[in-house]
């Protein structure tokens, strides 16, 4: 008879890594006076879609571009500090938190990110759903890549065609 | 199983596609249920929502607008009928938000044409798949005639992952 297959069990992978475990993005960091539209410009230049605002090194706040969107169409807001219209004291996870626990916090609070704090408070990158998927997908490449190599294939027929 | 290259709509448990030839991917009796699942379950199993969309023509702000009140991270641009483009979150943050100006020109200058979509049969696994290869955020999904008919976000797919697999909802 043969063996049984590795076995993947999404509860059990969530509740035995931990955060520091996948990799964690690093997104600009902010001082409170600095404006909106520095914020901008430094998520832009890493194309990363939040930005955290520390105050002496400790996480005070975080800005995404969905609070771009709302700025962006309310008149002169582009020059307002961050201090004023970034979230302040988000929810955060620490490094050696379950991923379990980091996805039950995004899915509770709707939150596409967490920023990542140790034990200062001071943040060591974020964690995000993107990350959380990417981390899932190295877990089962055969279950995902597999679907890639049959379309990936034809592509390149076709294009020499 | 929908053949991940043609699409064809193929009898559950054949080994290649009855219409172009090309070997389907195989449903590991070793994968776990999960695995399993996201493998033979169609991306609309999903709770995805209906697609907000606006005119090539429409303005960047009533794009933006659209967004906001509806709650979404990006509208789709239809032509007639036919998928033109896609605006997300990123785009404004890239392109419009670098010339504030961008807001009254039309939606067509700073969209996304010609976007990755999925089609109703693809499976949750080559929507992880798109999503990951292309570090895509929102795919649109598209029927036989090319019409959009909803959106799937990456956080659709972890959101039904973490529910239903993982038993997020209890601690």
Avoid: W
């Avoid at chain 1, 034990?119 to 279950?143: F, H, N, R, W």
Wanted: with cysteine.
């Amino acid at each position: 008879m043969a063996e049984p297959g590795p076995q993947f069990d999404l509860r059990t992978l969530f509740t035995t890594t931990t955060v520091g475990e996948l990799t964690l993005t690093q997104v600009p960091k902010l001082s409170p006076g600095d404006t909106v539209e520095q914020a901008a410009t430094a998520m832009r230049a890493v194309s990363h879609g939040c930005a955290l605002v520390c105050d002496s090194g400790k996480l005070v706040g975080i800005i995404t571009e969905r609070d771009l969107l709302k700025l962006l169409v309310a008149p002169d807001q582009f020059r307002s500090p961050v201090g004023k219209v970034m979230t302040s004291a988000p929810k955060t996870v620490s490094a050696t938190a379950q991923l379990f626990e980091a996805v039950r916090l995004m899915d509770q609070g709707g939150y596409r990110r967490l920023p990542v704090v140790d034990g200062q408070q001071c943040p060591v990158g974020i964690v995000d759903v993107k990350s959380v998927i990417a981390y899932l997908v190295e877990q089962m490449p055969a279950t995902i890549y597999n679907q890639a190599a049959s379309a990936l294939l034809s592509v390149r027929e076709r294009e020499g065609a | 199983m929908h053949c991940p290259d043609c699409r064809y709509d193929n009898i559950p448990g054949a080994d290649i596609c009855q219409k172009c030839g090309k070997p389907l991917p195989q449903v590991e009796l070793s994968a776990s249920e999960m695995e399993r699942s996201i493998m033979v379950h169609p991306v609309s199993v999903l709770a995805i929502k209906a697609p907000v969309s606006v005119a090539p023509t429409a303005t960047v702000r009533s794009a933006v607008d659209a967004m906001i009140r509806n709650k979404i991270g990006c509208v789709l641009i239809v032509d007639g009928s036919a998928l033109a483009g896609i605006f997300t979150e990123r785009d404004v943050l890239n392109r419009v938000s670098p010339q504030p100006g961008a807001l009254d020109r039309p939606i067509s200058e700073f969209m996304t044409p010609s976007p990755e979509t999925l089609r109703t049969g693809d499976s949750i696994a080559y929507a992880l798949h798109s999503m990951t290869m292309h570090g895509l955020r929102h795919l649109p999904v598209v029927d036989a005639n090319g019409q959009a008919v909803s959106i799937v976000s990456i956080r659709d797919v972890l959101r039904l992952l973490a529910v239903r697999f993982a038993d997020i909802r209890s601690a």
